[in-house]
């Protein structure tokens, strides 16, 4: 019985250990500047690796300690847990399962519409209220303003890889028709009628396209592009999560058996 509790004490110590790459994967999404500014996936990223933490844990003391209804305890919460983590895999790839970048005439770089984006991100950034903090969060970043340290030349900037939210937020949509005369400024628009954005479009360095529907779906399109990267490592820890619980409950499966054997072998002998 000893050697079977040593056994599933050192399976839920796996368990503990599989709680890191989940909260790091949480803590990777709140540094990143985007969903720092839109605050929805990080703390119950990290909260569920706590939480995974706390139950291996409990795991762990019940088998060293020989406490069987902590190990109990353990196998039912550890079941809720992997549902849980399996659950927010699945909404994860369903709600950025939409979008993606468009080609603009002699850009290299892509640009975004917001329509292209499921409704429950739209949503997210729609509303005035909730637009105006993250317009606030992301316009006193340094995601723009470093555009005009790297780029110097128009043709240097029209061949740059940017990145969503640099396409979207720091210069006007191409179908406008601004001229470049630097990164986040831009003059003599041919047709602003083209897109609302073109009008929101301002060259105060506060300003810039912040307001537009382009900042907002490249805003999703980064969200995308880092909540699927953070997706693959709960992936990844969902299905070894998965092969521990097995192993742990067989383990613990023998060890009651192996015990109730030899009390039946006692109370045989007497």
């Known amino acids: 019985m000893a050697l079977s509790n040593n056994i599933v004490g050192a399976i839920n110590f796996v368990a503990m250990l599989l709680s890191i790459p989940i909260i790091a994967a949480g803590i990777w999404l709140s540094s990143q500047s985007d969903n720092s500014c839109l605050k929805l996936l990080q703390w119950p990223v990290i909260s569920l690796g706590i939480l995974v933490l706390l139950v291996a844990l409990a795991g762990f003391i019940g088998a060293f300690w020989r406490i069987p209804w902590l190990l109990l305890f353990y196998l039912i919460a550890m079941l809720i847990v992997i549902f849980l983590l399996a659950s927010l895999v699945i909404f994860i790839y369903v709600v950025t399962n939409n979008g993606g970048g468009h080609t603009a005439p002699n850009r290299a770089y892509l640009e975004y519409h917001l329509d292209d984006y ?6 997210r950034v729609e509303s005035s209220y909730k637009w105006n903090r993250i317009k606030a969060c992301l316009s006193s970043t340094t995601t723009c303003s470093v555009l005009n340290q790297t780029y110097r030349s128009a043709q240097d900037f029209f061949i740059a890889p940017l990145t969503p939210l640099e396409s979207g937020c720091c210069k006007p949509p191409t179908k406008c028709g601004y001229t470049f005369v630097n990164p986040t400024y831009w003059i003599s628009p041919i047709d602003l009628s083209a897109d609302l954005d073109c009008l929101l479009w301002s060259n105060e360095q506060t300003v810039l396209c912040y307001s537009c529907s382009s900042c ?12 699927r990267r953070a997706d693959l490592i709960l992936v ?3 299905v070894a999560l998965i092969v521990v619980y097995v192993l742990g409950f067989l383990a613990f499966r023998n060890a009651k058996t192996d015990e109730l054997f030899r009390k039946y072998q006692q109370g045989y002998t007497t």
């Open 216 to 227: 907002k779906a490249g805003l999703l399109a980064n969200i995308k592009r880092e909540w």
């Open 118 to 123: 499921s409704g429950w991100l739209r949503r």
């Open 236 to 238: 990844l820890t969902l």
